[in-house]
C-alpha cells in the first residue's frame, strides 16, 4: 500500500490556523490526495481530497507540492470541535478502497 | 443533507453466533464499503461493493463474512460465526462514484461486542 507520513500528533490555539502536513514520497501520477477526519467516538468524516492543483472547500484548503510529494490539510480557524485523528490517505489509480494509517491526533487549546 | 445510516447503534453476541449488521447508504450512490475498528487501533478496509457484487475486499474479508444488497436500499455485513477478535466498531460508507475521485459517507458505526 502506498504509504504516507504524517506526525503523530500536534497542538494548535483555538481560532488559530492550522497546517497539517503529510509526506507522501512514493505517490504516482494518477493517486489522489485524501483527507479525512475522526472525530472521539464518530465515524471517519470526508474533508477534502485533490490531484494536482490546491484545492479549497467549506471546511479546509489542501496545498498540494509542485513534485506531489507532499501536502498540506489548513484549517483556517481552529474550533475546539476541530480536535480529531486526521487522516492523510492515497487513493491508489488502481483502488476504489482507501487505507487509513494512523493519522495526525490534532489537539486544539482553548 | 443525505445521511448513512446504521443498525443497530450497539450488539452484544455470544462467540459462535451470526450476525448481520445492516447500514442504509446515501440513495443516489453506488459504491458501498465496510470498515472495522478495533478499540485503540486504526480503520481497517474489509470490502468494496459494487455494481452487485465485490469489488474488492481485504485479507480480513474471508469465508466467515459476506456482504449483501438484498433490496436495493440496504447493504449488510454478515459474519457467519462469530469469534472474539470480531469485537469492534463497524463502519460502513457510500459514495457516488469510485472511492478515489470522490468522498466516501461514512456511517455512524455499529459496536459489535462478542463474548
Known amino acids: 500500500d502506498a504509504k504516507t507520513t504524517q506526525p503523530n500528533s500536534m497542538e494548535s490555539n483555538e481560532e488559530e490556523p492550522v497546517h497539517l502536513p503529510c509526506n507522501h514520497s512514493t505517490i504516482s501520477g494518477t493517486d489522489y490526495i485524501h483527507w479525512y477526519r475522526q472525530l472521539p467516538s464518530q465515524g471517519p468524516e470526508y474533508v477534502i481530497h485533490?490531484?494536482?492543483s490546491n484545492v479549497n472547500n467549506r471546511m479546509a484548503s489542501l496545498a498540494i507540492a509542485e513534485d506531489r510529494k507532499s501536502s498540506t490539510l489548513i484549517l483556517h480557524r481552529a474550533t475546539l470541535r476541530d480536535a480529531a485523528v486526521y487522516y492523510c490517505i492515497l487513493a491508489l489509480n488502481r483502488d476504489d478502497k482507501i487505507i487509513f494509517g494512523k493519522g495526525t491526533r490534532l489537539h486544539i487549546l482553548p | 443533507e443525505p445521511e448513512v445510516t446504521q443498525t443497530p447503534s450497539h450488539q452484544v453476541t455470544q462467540m459462535g453466533q451470526e450476525v448481520i449488521l445492516r447500514c442504509v447508504p446515501i440513495s443516489n450512490h453506488l459504491y458501498f464499503y465496510w470498515y472495522r475498528q478495533i478499540l485503540g487501533q486504526k480503520v481497517e478496509f474489509l470490502v468494496s461493493f459494487y455494481n452487485n457484487e465485490i469489488s474488492e475486499k481485504s485479507e480480513i474479508f474471508d469465508d466467515q463474512f459476506s456482504v449483501e444488497r438484498p433490496d436495493g436500499s440496504n447493504f449488510t455485513l454478515k459474519i457467519r460465526s462469530t469469534k472474539l477478535e470480531d469485537s469492534a466498531m463497524y463502519f460502513c460508507?457510500?459514495?457516488?462514484?469510485?472511492?478515489?475521485?470522490?468522498?466516501?459517507?461514512f456511517g455512524p458505526g455499529t459496536r459489535l461486542t462478542v463474548l
Open positions: 460508507a457510500s459514495s457516488r462514484t469510485s472511492g478515489r475521485r470522490s468522498e466516501q459517507f
Open positions: 485533490g490531484l494536482t
